[in-house]
Structures are given as structure tokens and as C-alpha cells.
Nanobody
Framework: QVRLVESGGGLVQPGGSLRLSCAVS????????MGWYRQAPGKERELVAR???????NYVESVKDRFTISRDNTKNTVYLQMNSLKPEDTAVYYC????????????WGQGTQVTVSS
């Protein structure tokens, strides 16, 4: 049974930082690249960052040089360090394998809300 549990979100002022964590149960973590995704109100869910099993990373242009994705393969956990946060980063953040499974599959967690506001 695959389970993904995101945590670490919250309310932060512009320019602030947050560190998100995603604990993954099941065997998928050891065989898949992982990604962080976000969905803002009224918008499609989008990929923010991804990381291969070996640690190679890739970011969407809007978060480059501000966000850092990492993974601890011994803890089946993937992280997203977010610095210099902007109001447009406000969204619910999810983790999932990359490529992601369909949202209708049931293998998405509840996500963690990130709100950037003064």
C-alpha cells in the first residue's frame, strides 16, 4: 500500500522560508524519481521540482535558485526547502512519483498548504 504524507506548510511572510517533508511508505520510493507539485486556487496542478534516485534535480523556472529538492533514501523521505517565498508561491503542495500517477488513482496525499502573505 502506497502512502504519501506531506507536512511543513504554513503561513509565512514574503521573503520567508519553509521546509516541506514528504514521508513515503511502500516500495515506490526506492524505484522512482520523486517530485513536488503544487496547485493554486483555480489553477492546474503543476510540477515544481523533481529528483532522480541518484539525486539529479530539475526545477520549474519560477522557483529556480529559490527552492531546493532533496531526498533521504534511508528514510523514504523527500524534502523541499523553499527560500525567498513570494505570494505567487501560495498553493497546496504535494509530493508524488515522477512522472506522477493520475490524481484519480487515489495515490496522492492530502498535501500541505503554503500561504505567503504579509
Amino acid at each position: 500500500q502506497v502512502r504519501l504524507v506531506e507536512s511543513g506548510g504554513g503561513l509565512v511572510q514574503p521573503g520567508g522560508s519553509l521546509r516541506l517533508s514528504c514521508a513515503v511508505s511502500g516500495s515506490i520510493f526506492s524505484i522512482h524519481a520523486m517530485g513536488w507539485y503544487r496547485q493554486a486556487p483555480g489553477k492546474e496542478r503543476e510540477l515544481v521540482a523533481r529528483i532522480t534516485i541518484g539525486g539529479m534535480t530539475n526545477y520549474v523556472e519560477s522557483v529556480k535558485d529559490r527552492f531546493t529538492i532533496s531526498r533521504d533514501n534511508t528514510k523514504n523521505t523527500v524534502y523541499l526547502q523553499m527560500n525567498s517565498l513570494k505570494p505567487e508561491d501560495t498553493a497546496v503542495y504535494y509530493c508524488n512519483p515522477y512522472p506522477p500517477v493520475p490524481i484519480s488513482s487515489g495515490y496522492w496525499g492530502q498535501g500541505t498548504q503554503v500561504t505567503v502573505s504579509s
